[in-house]
């Protein structure tokens, strides 16, 4: 089994899970990697772990370059599954090894799931910890994502282990990031900050302060490839995706019965086009939410289209505005549409919504509200509209 080495003595031991193509609701065509760190040293450490059906895989990994009963730490950056299901297989190893964990937050959180009985070593902000040649340092980072998360620093090696900071669900056997197609790897980037980070920017605009004074060699994250050849560039690329600024670009997204506001869809995106915007059309029907998201994060105009289904939205729609809120991408200028027959109430739904979500709701519902198939001169109409927003 593949190991890599990061410097000397450093190695990444985790396991890449090709067939994933679900996280949480967010779609991952690429697959996701759960990575872990070993560092040999007079006191072994092992840097997070991975998903539990991975941790077989975990420890052949490790025996490749010691005895894993040898371990000494165990450094827990986050609690959740991905990140430290195999826990509770690794310390029946390694037995003798303390679990490191965030205090309070962590050590509350990895003992919920998996119990009291592990030698615990909380830690606070700036702790450092003495592994002989080296020490890790602990930079907390609670909400990015989950109240626990920190991220390890070793001086060193100039070496940041980032937990989820900069990672991507991209599952590949090259695991730096200059051994891959930049812009795809970026494109991941972007979707896991969209789909995970999003509601986190402050968190995330701290973090970047932090890594900026570290100014790391190496920024080694749980999910996805290691930088070690772009890390100006991934740096620049968060500071666009922690800030509050958006693009000129409009994002539409309908789902449809009989054909009707697909054509309204259709006819904004060629309203937005006529403005100058560029503009990405989604369908509910085919297209994931994590994608349209991913578009969504930065857009300044978002418009959603829906029908009228038993007096409300139709379900699609309804599971989107709940993934939206959720993520809570900030205010746009927005509006719902939609065609309707024997009753209508779909749009102001959608709208009301979007206000509730701090949105600026841009068209009125005397024209994004309309009965039946609409003929041309409607739909010219409301290209004009959209237009001359």
């Not at 986050?78 to 309070?104: C, F, I, N, Y």
Request: glycine share 8%; aromatic share 8%; hydrophobic share 40%.
């Amino acid at each position: 089994m593949n190991i890599v080495q990061l410097k000397d003595g450093v190695f990444e031991v985790g396991a890449v899970d090709w067939n994933q193509r679900s996280f949480h609701g967010y779609a991952t065509p690429r697959g996701i990697t759960y990575n872990a760190y070993l560092i040999m040293d007079e006191k072994i450490t092992l840097i997070d772990t991975v998903k539990e059906p991975f941790a077989d895989e975990l420890l052949a990994r490790i025996r490749q370059i010691v005895d894993p009963a040898r371990i000494d730490y165990v450094v827990s950056n986050h609690a959740e599954p991905d990140h430290s299901g195999a826990l509770p297989r690794v310390m029946q190893v390694a037995s003798g090894a303390k679990v490191v964990t965030a205090d309070p937050a962590g050590l509350k959180v990895i003992s919920g799931h998996y119990g009291v009985e592990f030698d615990y070593l909380p830690v606070k902000a700036g702790q450092t910890l003495s592994l002989g040649r080296r020490e890790l340092t602990f930079v907390a980072t609670p909400m990015l994502h989950w109240p626990d998360n920190m991220v390890t620093w070793c001086p060193q090696e100039r070496i940041l282990f980032s937990n989820d900071a900069f990672g991507q669900h991209l599952a590949t056997s090259q695991r730096f990031d200059e051994e891959q197609d930049l812009s795809v790897v970026m494109h991941e980037t972007r979707t896991y900050y969209a789909n995970i980070l999003l509601p986190f920017g402050k968190q995330a605009q701290k973090v970047l302060k932090t890594v900026r004074e570290l100014d790391p060699e190496i920024i080694a994250p749980s999910h996805g490839v290691i930088w070690r050849g772009h890390i100006p560039q991934v740096l620049s690329e968060y500071d666009h995706l922690a800030s509050d600024e958006v693009e000129p670009k409009a994002v539409v997204v309908f789902d449809c019965m009989w054909g009707a506001t697909e054509k309204m869809a259709r006819t904004v995106v060629e309203g937005f086009a006529r403005k100058g915007l560029k503009t990405r059309l989604f369908d509910l029907r085919v297209d994931a939410l994590s994608d349209i998201m991913t578009e969504l994060h930065k857009a300044e105009y978002l418009a959603i289209g829906s029908p009228t289904q038993n007096n409300t939205m139709m379900a699609n729609v309804g599971a989107l505005l709940t993934y939206y809120k959720g993520l809570k991408p900030g205010p746009k200028k927005a509006f719902g549409f939609g065609s309707f027959g024997w009753s209508g109430q779909a749009v102001g739904e959608i709208n009301a919504f979007l206000e509730s979500a701090g949105s600026q709701i841009v068209l009125d519902q005397a024209q994004t509200r309309l009965l039946y198939t609409p003929d041309a001169e409607k739909l010219a109409a409301l290209e004009e509209a959209v237009a001359s927003l």
